[in-house]
């Protein structure tokens, strides 16, 4: 999803269905805390009644003070993690009435063009140099459908109708092309794709964790928009284990070679996992290291041996 706060001070949604479509709906902030509240009062731990009570991510707090522009550029990424939290909520709640029908694209919503769409572009990312192919023809490339104007050096401008010679993809929802002697990355949604990439430029890397969750254990693989080489923050992996298993008290650890558990408490124990952490060969878009995720009091999962 991406967003952006144009003149009237709404944030622009990209919503993508399952059979690969998309629109975009516009949202103001009111709109967000309106539902956030009525999800609250359904289902929020204090409130909500029970089987149907679960924690809710949380949602941006209201600020009074500031500069309106410089608040609404920085509810951009916490709004994006909030709407992600939501779509990662149990099923009975994606269910739920006021939360459909705020993803639901009005008639309004669908005679407004979004021109200057803000995106959450990769952290880093380095950018291959344009090579000269023999036949265009046969080249990946897709036609600009809106302006895109770069916010950094690495992203391409784009024009509507320009021609984008496709050179990787970046994530779900960032390419990298060039336009004539230009190179660099922009946002999937600007463009229609002509001729697509090949289809091992198109994997999606995979996370695989195991949530022990007393006595059982969950394995899920999770799709992630980041090179399996990228050394991600604790904090960025702990909101995506929170999201992803619905539980908030709990604990980050990796796998040693003596098959023990060894609690991760910060960025300084980023490098260990990457470094020290179980592999086992696997594709090439899967990260080679595992994560495994407990239940923050429980201790009885870690060797105390000496």
């Known amino acids: 999803m991406g967003s952006e706060r144009p003149p009237d001070k709404t944030f622009v949604i990209e919503v993508k269905t399952k059979g690969g479509s998309k629109y975009f709906i516009y949202r103001r902030y009111s709109q967000f805390l309106t539902l956030h509240t009525k999800l609250e009062e359904n289902y929020g731990p204090v409130n909500g009644i029970a089987p149907y009570i679960c924690d809710l991510p949380t949602l941006p707090p209201k600020i009074f003070v500031g500069n309106k522009k410089d608040i609404a550029e920085s509810r951009i990424p916490l709004l994006n993690g909030y709407m992600k939290g939501l779509l990662n909520s149990p099923a009975w709640l994606l269910m739920d009435e006021d939360l459909r029908i705020f993803f639901y694209q009005t008639v309004s919503d669908s005679e407004r063009i979004p021109h200057a769409l803000r995106r959450l572009r990769p ?136 098959g023990d558990l060894i609690r991760l408490l910060d960025n300084s124990d980023m490098e260990l996992l990457i470094s020290k952490g179980k592999k086992t060969p696997r594709a090439s878009n899967y990260f080679p290291w595992e994560l495994h995720v407990t239940h923050e009091e429980d201790l009885d999962v870690y060797n105390t041996v000496a």
Not at 138 to 147: C, I, T, V
Not at 221 to 228: G, Y
């Open 123 to 258: 952290q880093t990312r380095k950018l291959k140099k344009n090579s000269q192919h023999s036949s265009d023809v046969d080249r990946p490339r897709a036609e600009a459908l809106f302006d895109f104007k770069g916010n950094a050096a690495m992203e391409l401008n784009l024009k509507s109708g320009d021609l984008v010679y496709l050179l990787s993809q970046v994530n779900k929802e960032w390419l990298e092309g060039t336009v004539g002697d230009k190179t660099g990355i922009f946002p999937a949604s600007f463009v229609r794709i002509v001729k697509n990439l090949p289809e091992g430029q198109n994997q999606v890397s995979l996370l695989r964790c195991y949530f022990h969750d007393h006595d059982r254990c969950l394995i899920r693989e999770i799709p992630l928009e980041e090179d399996v080489i990228k050394c991600p923050s604790y904090s960025e992996l702990l909101e995506l284990m929170r999201n992803q298993f619905s539980e908030t008290d709990i604990a980050l650890n990796m796998l040693d070679a003596d």
